[in-house]
T-cell receptor, first 121, second 111 residues
Framework: DSGVTQTPKHLITATGQRVTLRCSPR?????VYWYQQSLDQGLQFLIQ???????AKGNILERFSAQQFPDLHSELNLSSLELGDSALYFC????????????????????FGSGTRLTVV | GESVGLHLPTLSVQEGDNSIINCAYS??????FIWYKQESGKGPQFIID?????DKRQGQRVTVLLNKTVKHLSLQIAATQPGDSAVYFC??????????FGQGTTLQVKP
C-alpha cells in the first residue's frame, strides 16, 4: 500500500456521461497530481494541485476538471465522456512543491496510487 | 518541447542475466531523474533516483547511470528475476513543478 488511495478502482460508463474520480494523498503530502495512461501509452500529466490551489496544468481537456479540498483529497471530474477517454487515471502525491529538503536531500519524487480504470462504452 | 524517450519499447532477457534499460532526455536543465516500475494493474513504484551532480547511484540489485554529456540515463538490473517483469519508466524534473515521463520499456524475463 503506497498510502495514496484512489476510488473507484474500476468504472464503466456510457458515452456522454460524467464521472468523478477520487484521490486521497499520502498523509502529510500537500501536492496532488493527476495522470492519464492510455493503452500502450506513457503517463500524460493532466493537472497538479498544491494545498488546495491549482499549480500546473498539462494536457487536460476542457471537458475535464479537478479540485483539491481543504482536507487535501482531490477529485477529477470527467464529463461528456467519449470512447477515447477510456484509460487508467493515476493520482500521485508528494510532500511539497518540488525542492523540499527531506533528510538533507532534495526530494522531487511522487508516490502513486493504484489507479482508476475507466471504460467508456 | 521537453521530452524523455526510451530507446527500446520491449526488452526480453533470460532469468539470471543482467538487464539494461536506456532513456534519453532532451532538457539539459533537468537536474533530477527517477526510475519507476509499473506492474500490470498497479501504479508506478519508485525504484531509484539520481541527481544531476552524480554519475552513478546503486541500490539493491539496481544501478542508475547518468551521462549528462549525451543526456542519457540507464537502469541496470542485476540477476534479473521473473518478478522484475514490468514496464519501466524514466522521469525527469526540470524545476517546472512536475515530472515528465518517458513512454516506457516493457521488460520480459524468460524462465
Amino acid at each position: 500500500d503506497s498510502g495514496v488511495t484512489q476510488t473507484p478502482k474500476h468504472l464503466i460508463t456510457a458515452t456522454g456521461q460524467r464521472v468523478t474520480l477520487r484521490c486521497s494523498p499520502r498523509s502529510g503530502d500537500l501536492s496532488v497530481y493527476w495522470y492519464q495512461q492510455s493503452l500502450d501509452q506513457g503517463l500524460q500529466f493532466l493537472i497538479q494541485y498544491y494545498n488546495g490551489e491549482e499549480r500546473a496544468k498539462g494536457n487536460i481537456l476542457e471537458r475535464f476538471s479537478a479540485q483539491q479540498f481543504p482536507d487535501l483529497h482531490s477529485e477529477l471530474n470527467l464529463s461528456s465522456l467519449e470512447l477515447g477517454d477510456s484509460a487508467l487515471y493515476f493520482c500521485a502525491s508528494s510532500v511539497e512543491a518540488p525542492g523540499q529538503i527531506i533528510s538533507g536531500a532534495v526530494w522531487y519524487g511522487y508516490t502513486f496510487g493504484s489507479g482508476t480504470r475507466l471504460t467508456v462504452v | 518541447g521537453e521530452s524523455v524517450g526510451l530507446h527500446l519499447p520491449t526488452l526480453s532477457v533470460q532469468e539470471g542475466d543482467n538487464s539494461i534499460i536506456n532513456c534519453a532526455y532532451s532538457n539539459s536543465a533537468s537536474d533530477y531523474f527517477i526510475w519507476y516500475k509499473q506492474e500490470s494493474g498497479k501504479g508506478p513504484q519508485f525504484i531509484i533516483d539520481i541527481r544531476s551532480n552524480m554519475d552513478k547511484r546503486q541500490g539493491q540489485r539496481v544501478t542508475v547511470l547518468l551521462n549528462k554529456t549525451v543526456k542519457h540515463l540507464s537502469l541496470q538490473i542485476a540477476a534479473t528475476q521473473p518478478g522484475d517483469s514490468a514496464v519501466y519508466f524514466c522521469a525527469e524534473n526540470s524545476n517546472t513543478g512536475k515530472l515528465i515521463f518517458g513512454q516506457g520499456t516493457t521488460l520480459q524475463v524468460k524462465p
